[in-house]
């Protein structure tokens, strides 16, 4: 069984620091690896696909890195909207798995 | 705009069914993959299953948790998607997200939920 595991379960930090979420998977899964968004009431939403890929929208500041069984979200300077959770995602044979979580707060 | 509506939800008792729908537009339903993620109560996100298009299958695949109890199922003439739930448990209590699922040139690997809809809830209690 795939598992994602997030790093770490929640980060705080203040509007303008730099933000770094981490997921690493058990096995490698090239570059198949993507991060979604989730405020309290909404749905989620794409943020990263193909590791370092930012889906149509999504500001510059966020960036996807890595590749294999690593992966980076950074958020450059956070802005008062991006405090929220934060999922990795990815398929292994015909299962999708996604990691626990990061709940970003501020500080 | 790319939009997926689910419907369905409700309160049903253990031991009991329930078919969830979700309408898309904006979308060559046709040629899409869809899933279906779930959200517990204060938890993380859970694949359910997913189909694949009409063009590639549609075959199906699912999460242990939900295989042999949970069915998905395609209509392209209504655009529609479909989870029927039966012999539902507590646990299957949850937010259900009707979910596209994409994949990019050259590998068309699909793994990523490109677009969700706002979900429908399912409450599973006696």
């Known amino acids: 069984e795939m598992v994602l595991t997030q790093s770490p379960a929640t980060l705080s930090l203040s509007p303008g620091e730099r933000a770094t979420l981490s997921c690493r998977s058990r096995?490698?899964?090239?570059?198949?690896l993507a991060w979604y968004q989730q405020k309290p009431g909404q749905a989620p939403r794409l943020l990263i696909y193909d590791a370092s890929y930012r889906a149509t929208g999504v500001p510059a500041r966020f960036r996807g890195s890595g590749s294999g069984t690593d992966f980076t979200l950074t958020i450059s300077s956070l802005e008062p909207e991006d405090f929220a959770v934060y999922y990795c995602?990815?398929?292994?044979?015909?299962?999708?798995?996604f990691g626990q979580g990061t709940k970003l707060e501020i500080k | 705009e790319v939009q997926l509506v689910e419907s369905g939800g409700g309160l049903v008792k253990p031991g009991g069914s329930l078919r969830l729908s979700c309408a898309a537009s904006g979308i060559a339903f046709n040629d899409a993959w869809m899933a279906w993620v779930r959200q517990a109560p204060g938890k993380g996100l859970e694949w359910v299953g997913r189909i694949k298009s009409k063009i590639d299958g549609p075959t199906t695949d699912y999460a242990a948790p939900v295989k042999g109890r949970f069915t998905i199922s395609r209509d392209e003439s209504m655009n529609t998607l479909y989870l029927q739930m039966s012999s539902l448990k507590t646990e299957d209590t949850a937010v259900y997200y009707c979910?596209?699922?994409?994949?990019?040139?050259?590998?068309?690997?699909?793994?990523?939920?490109?677009?969700w809809g706002k979900g429908t809830t399912v409450t599973v209690s006696s």
């Open positions: 096995q490698s899964v090239s570059s198949y």
């Open positions: 995602q990815l398929r292994s044979d015909w299962m999708y798995t």
């Open positions: 979910t596209t699922v994409l994949g990019n040139p050259p590998s068309y690997y699909y793994y990523y939920m490109g677009v």
